[in-house]
């Protein structure tokens, strides 16, 4: 009795050393298996989401600087990043509306990575809409609201998107996130343009704060769903070097729609930032969209693949910063 008493626990002690051992050797399989998936995991920017974001961005109607639209979308975007880790700041002014001369609150929003880094980057967009769909022919037809999901929205979606990968980011410099108001606060022609970015620029050259940033990057026009970048030609002779390593890391990741190749020249928020701050930005621009000012400019003329490739080209140049020409 006691000799079959000490077997069967000896028995019961292997049956659980055993027991032991597979539950160790199974957690070990389905661990490395779930390594495995995490490693399969897209690493990049996500189509969907990126996309979402555009719409979250056009289903608060236009965002016209002063107006309610504008005042949703600050708040929008103060809990986005807030919420990523990065601090929010607003600068803010008035100015008189081009039609009534009543002052209009403007404000530029900078989204600051490490705040404490002495050196930085920009990287910008606007995030006013023009107040009428002025290149539509017909008259009646500007009486549409005008959306803007490539011009304003889409330089915001991409931001939005890339704020996901910038708390993990190994960066060199401090990064800023800047959203200029009233870069179209225009209601009819000729009108006063990118007031935004020179009140900001007017700041950093007046007022300098206690960092520099060496170079910017700005989107505008990025979501279009038929996306062709070409250089920019005030970009290529301003920031020849920042135009450069932006197509660099395009070629990197293998976005085959930017063309190393110059196109437009324009005037854009980027030629307050190079002649008034001195900052060398690159304007980052798809100008060949139909819809430009007019009122079919709707997510559904954008696409998630475009505003994703876009993410992915600025995710590298963040990690790949360039470094200016003697
Ligand atoms: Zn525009």
């Known amino acids: 009795m006691e000799g079959s008493a000490r077997s069967s626990i000896r028995r019961f002690w292997q049956m659980r050393l055993l027991a032991i051992i597979s539950l160790c050797v199974f957690s070990a399989l389905i661990c490395e298996e779930r390594h495995a998936l995490r490693a399969a995991e897209p690493a990049g920017p996500d189509v969907a989401r990126v996309y979402g974001y555009l719409q979250k961005v056009c289903a608060i109607g236009p965002r016209i600087s002063g107006s309610k639209g504008m005042t949703q979308q600050q708040e929008m975007l103060r809990v986005h990043f807030t919420n990523l880790g990065a601090k929010v700041f607003l600068q803010e002014w008035d100015t008189p509306h081009p039609i009534t001369g009543q002052p209009v609150r403007l404000k ?46 889409s330089g915001v979606a991409v931001l939005m998107e890339l704020g996901n990968f910038l708390p993990g980011l190994p960066v060199k410099k401090g990064v800023d996130f800047l959203f200029f108001d009233a870069e179209e606060f225009i209601f009819q022609k000729p009108g006063k343009f990118f007031l935004g970015s020179e009140y900001f620029s007017t700041q950093y050259r007046d007022s300098p704060p206690p960092f520099r940033y060496s170079c910017g990057v700005l989107l505008d026009m990025v979501g279009d769903k038929d996306l062709k970048i070409w250089q920019e030609v005030n970009s290529a002779q301003m920031a020849g070097f920042v135009t450069d390593s932006v197509w660099a890391s395009a070629k990197a990741v293998g976005v085959k729609e930017f063309v190393a190749r110059r196109k437009h020249t324009l005037n854009d928020d980027h030629l307050a930032l190079n002649q008034i701050a001195g900052i060398p930005t690159c304007d980052v621009i798809d100008f060949d969209y139909p819809h ?26 963040i990690q790949n910063l360039p470094v200016a020409r003697p």
């Open 292 to 317: 430009w000012h007019k009122r079919n400019d709707l997510p559904a003329a954008c696409s998630g693949e475009s505003l994703a490739k876009v993410t992915a080209v600025m995710l590298h140049w």
């Open 108 to 153: 530029n929003m900078l989204v600051s990575w490490h705040p404490e880094a002495t050196e930085r980057v920009l990287l910008c967009c606007h995030y006013d809409t023009r107040p009428k769909p002025d290149e539509e022919q017909n008259p009646r037809m500007q009486e549409a609201p005008f959306i803007g999901a490539n011009d304003g929205g």
